[in-house]
């Protein structure tokens, strides 16, 4: 029944974790019909929510999806989830990418934070993504450092493709996955929620797994030729 308050539904994902914040928290939220987990910022400064989830086995490649409406007045403060190599003790600890909105990028386009700077998107011809319940994917791969997001809202798509902050130094690649977080820095007076739901982690086998996997399968079928030769 997916995550909630006081719930860690999903799997391949560790407790829900405090990242930070004074004056805001987590609540029963709900998408749709089912209940999902609520997060508010209060009003005046620092009153702010940030959460995370470790995930159980680092990824190294693969796609990572959740739903997300924004129930913000987006006016003090970006709100959104993101990436991170580690779960750490902070929000943006080792943060691989952000996603979001943000009040100088307008209530018109997606906010992304990424290897290169920041950036935005357009979600087709949608003007307002405030309100609009929206299913975020994320396909990554930490080796090359690339990634896609896509953010759909019914027959409304959009994407946007970049490279992902390097948090190993001098090795080449970034940290495999290894957390995901979800923060509302959106403090005001009214209008301060962030609804999440359906996180979802697919790791996709690396290159030298996947020679491991079919070396077996290609002797295994040479015997056999071999066999009905003879």
Known sequence: ??????DNGGTGFGPLTYLGGDGGGIFDGNIGTGRALGIFAGSGSGNTQAVGRSVTDAVV????????RFDLSNASG?????LKSALGTSFGGGELLFVGLTPGSGN???????????STFAVGTLTELRGTTFAFTVSFDTLSLAY?????SGSQTGSFTGTLKDTN???AGT??????ALGNFNGGTADQNLIADNLSITAVPEPSTLSLLAGPAILGAWFFVRRRRA
């Open 61 to 68: 490649a693969g796609e990572y999806s959740l739903t997300l």
């Open 1 to 6: 029944d997916g995550i909630q308050f006081n």
């Open 169 to 171: 130094g001098a090795t």
């Open 175 to 180: 940290d495999p996955l290894g957390a995901v």
């Open 108 to 118: 018109n386009v997606l906010f992304v934070s990424d290897g290169t700077g920041s």
């Open 78 to 82: 970006s709100s959104g989830f993101n």
């Open 148 to 152: 896609t997001v896509t953010a759909t």
